[in-house]
C-alpha cells in the first residue's frame, strides 16, 4: 500500500504559476505509475498528467499541455506537477493518484487517492 499526501496549492493570478508536490509514504514507491487529476465543482474527476515508474515517460491532457509539467523524484518519493501560464479554468481541487499498473487516464485505473489540494486561478 501507499499513502499520498498533496500539498502546494493555493490562489494565483491568471497567467501565474503553482508547483503541487504528492508526497508518498509506503514501500516501493518506484514500483507505481502516478497520476494529477482534477475536479472542478460539479464536473468529473479528469485526468491531468501521468508519469511512469522511471519518470521517463509522460502523458498529458490536451488542455494542459505545454503548460504543466510532471515530474518524480523516486529518491524522496514524491510525485511533482509544476504548472505554468494557469488559467481560470484551471481551478480546481487536484488529486495525485498511484496504481501498480500502466498510466491510464481513467480514475478507476488508480487504487491509491491522496486526499486534494485546492488551486484557484483569479482571473
Known amino acids: 500500500q501507499v499513502q499520498l499526501v498533496e500539498s502546494g496549492g493555493g490562489l494565483v493570478q491568471t497567467g501565474g504559476s503553482l508547483r503541487l508536490s504528492c508526497a508518498a509514504s509506503?514501500?516501493?514507491?518506484?514500483?507505481?505509475?502516478m497520476g494529477w487529476f482534477r475536479q472542478a465543482p460539479g464536473k468529473g474527476r479528469e485526468f491531468v498528467a501521468g508519469v511512469n515508474w522511471s519518470g521517463g515517460t509522460t502523458y498529458y491532457a490536451d488542455s494542459v499541455r505545454g503548460r504543466f509539467t510532471i515530474s518524480r523524484d523516486n529518491a524522496k518519493n514524491t510525485v511533482y506537477l509544476q504548472m505554468s501560464s494557469l488559467k481560470p479554468e484551471d481551478t480546481a481541487v487536484y488529486y495525485c493518484?498511484?496504481?501498480?499498473?500502466?498510466?491510464?487516464?481513467?480514475?478507476?485505473?488508480?487504487?491509491?487517492w491522496g486526499q486534494g489540494t485546492q488551486v484557484t486561478v483569479s482571473s
Open positions: 509506503g514501500r516501493s514507491f518506484s514500483a507505481y505509475v
Open positions: 493518484a498511484a496504481d501498480r499498473g500502466i498510466v491510464t487516464r481513467s480514475p478507476r485505473g488508480y487504487a491509491y
